[in-house]
């Protein structure tokens, strides 16, 4: 299987994981309501995305209070960092990519 789109991460394809991951790229760690507010989803949406990529190992998910009130942080693992770039790098593979004319000739 030579086409690029094999090389695709299955977690991180989906357009939700994916728009998370990208959020959660730039920070160290973000609450789960910006992320929840930037990637425009729901509370329950975002914590089933999340327990994905929390399963994955993609995103690490922090308790805590400020005060009072309970807070949640989501944070991009190293391996989701990398998971995430690699996915990136095959994106951009399949928007540049042509088959070769060997590969033409064997599929006529």
């Known amino acids: 299987m030579n086409h690029p789109r094999h090389q ?3 977690i991180i394809h989906n357009a939700t994981r994916f728009s998370i991951m ?3 790229l ?3 760690k973000a ?3 910006f992320i929840r507010d930037t990637v ?3 509370d329950s949406v975002l ?4 327990t994905a990529l929390e399963q994955a190992g993609y995103v690490k998910v922090t308790k805590g209070q400020v005060g009072r009130r309970p807070r949640t942080w989501l944070s991009a ?3 989701g960092r990398a998971a995430f770039h690699a996915h990136l790098a095959v994106l951009n ?3 540049n990519w042509s088959p070769t004319a060997q590969e033409h000739r064997a599929s006529t």
């Not at 914590?47 to 999340?50: A, G, L, N, R």
């Open 8 to 10: 695709l991460d299955a």
């Open 22 to 24: 990208a959020a959660l």
């Open 26 to 28: 730039p920070a160290d």
């Open 31 to 33: 609450e789960f309501k």
């Open 40 to 42: 425009e989803i729901t």
């Open 47 to 50: 914590s089933q995305h999340v």
């Open 77 to 79: 693992t190293r391996a």
């Open 93 to 95: 593979q399949l928007a």
